[in-house]
């Protein structure tokens, strides 16, 4: 991405109470999530109309399903499909070393704040990411999340093809940046058709059939790496 760095326009309170509700929403479902839905609408209620709208709708889903039923469709739709890992630096640098030094600055960032990750999460996971930026430090936050814009954006897209309800969560997180810049679409699209480097494991591009069928509805058994949740 080149050019200024472009600012939040929401008020530093709404981007907070987009960020942490996201984050809540997008991790594994289980009673606590349940147990913070009506907390959660009432948040939403305190940002833009359509902001709050994308939340809902995943409350809304949320509060009409089975917990065993969400928790099965949550491994289904995040732990079998690349297009839908929550990983930001695999959409960059797929399994290579520079993947590696990625997730070394994401460290560096937080411990800058203070903020001492516990070794069994990540620190790319996109659930960590937007609690940092929540609650610890709005402005390194949103510089650590307008680096990996365009796999924010793939996910987002991803999400919406499958129709996931999931879906709803990525969008209010999207919403909170400008608008994509001419530079910016043409990453997102680079990144669709070509998929993260391969310089060490050789993993196909998002455009073959593998992410075809995965979009389709068959899972894909993959690699990934589960640190949150179960």
Same mark, same amino acid.
């Given at each position: 991405?080149? /050019?200024?760095? =472009?600012?939040?326009?929401?008020?530093?309170?709404?981007?907070?109470?987009?960020?942490?509700?996201?984050?809540?929403? $997008?991790? %594994?479902?289980?009673? /606590?999530?349940?147990?913070?839905?009506?907390?959660?609408?009432?948040? #939403?209620?305190?940002? =833009?109309?359509?902001?709050?709208?994308?939340?809902?709708?995943?409350?809304?889903?949320?509060?009409?399903?089975?917990?065993?039923?969400?928790?099965?469709?949550? @491994? &289904?739709?995040?732990?079998?499909?690349?297009?839908?890992?929550?990983?930001?630096?695999?959409?960059?640098? /797929?399994?290579?070393?520079?993947?590696?030094?990625?997730?070394?600055?994401?460290?560096?960032? %937080?411990?800058?704040?203070?903020?001492?990750?516990?070794?069994? &999460?990540?620190?790319?996971?996109?659930? @960590?990411? $937007?609690?940092?930026? #929540?609650?610890?430090?709005?402005?390194?936050?949103?510089? $650590?999340?307008?680096?990996?814009?365009?796999?924010?954006?793939?996910?987002?897209? *991803?999400?919406?093809?499958?129709?996931?309800?999931? #879906? /709803?969560?990525?969008?209010?997180?999207?919403?909170?940046?400008?608008?994509?810049?001419?530079?910016?679409?043409?990453?997102?699209?680079?990144?669709?058709?070509?998929? =993260? =480097?391969?310089? &060490?494991?050789?993993?196909?591009? %998002?455009?073959?059939?593998?992410?075809?069928? #995965? $979009? *389709?509805?068959? *899972?894909?058994?993959?690699?990934?790496?589960?640190?949150?949740?179960?």
């Amino acid at each position: 991405m080149t /050019g200024r760095r =472009p600012k939040p326009t929401l008020r530093p309170e709404q981007l907070t109470v987009v960020w942490q509700s996201a984050s809540l929403l $997008l991790d %594994y479902p289980d009673e /606590g999530t349940l147990a913070r839905a009506e907390l959660l609408r009432s948040a #939403a209620g305190r940002v =833009p109309t359509a902001i709050g709208d994308s939340l809902r709708s995943f409350l809304d889903h949320l509060e009409s399903t089975p917990l065993p039923q969400l928790q099965a469709d949550y @491994v &289904e739709t995040f732990d079998s499909r690349r297009r839908c890992n929550l990983f930001l630096t695999y959409f960059a640098h /797929g399994d290579t070393r520079k993947r590696g030094m990625a997730l070394l600055r994401f460290k560096q960032t %937080y411990l800058a704040s203070g903020f001492e990750l516990d070794e069994a &999460e990540l620190p790319d996971h996109l659930c @960590v990411v $937007l609690e940092y930026a #929540a609650t610890v430090d709005r402005r390194l936050g949103w510089e $650590l999340l307008l680096d990996h814009r365009a796999g924010l954006e793939l996910l987002r897209l *991803a999400l919406l093809e499958q129709e996931s309800p999931w #879906a /709803g969560a990525v969008t209010a997180v999207s919403a909170t940046f400008p608008l994509l810049r001419g530079d910016e679409r043409d990453a997102v699209r680079a990144l669709a058709a070509e998929g =993260p =480097p391969a310089e &060490e494991v050789g993993l196909t591009p %998002y455009g073959t059939p593998v992410f075809d069928a #995965a $979009l *389709a509805g068959a *899972a894909v058994d993959l690699p990934m790496p589960r640190v949150r949740g179960v």
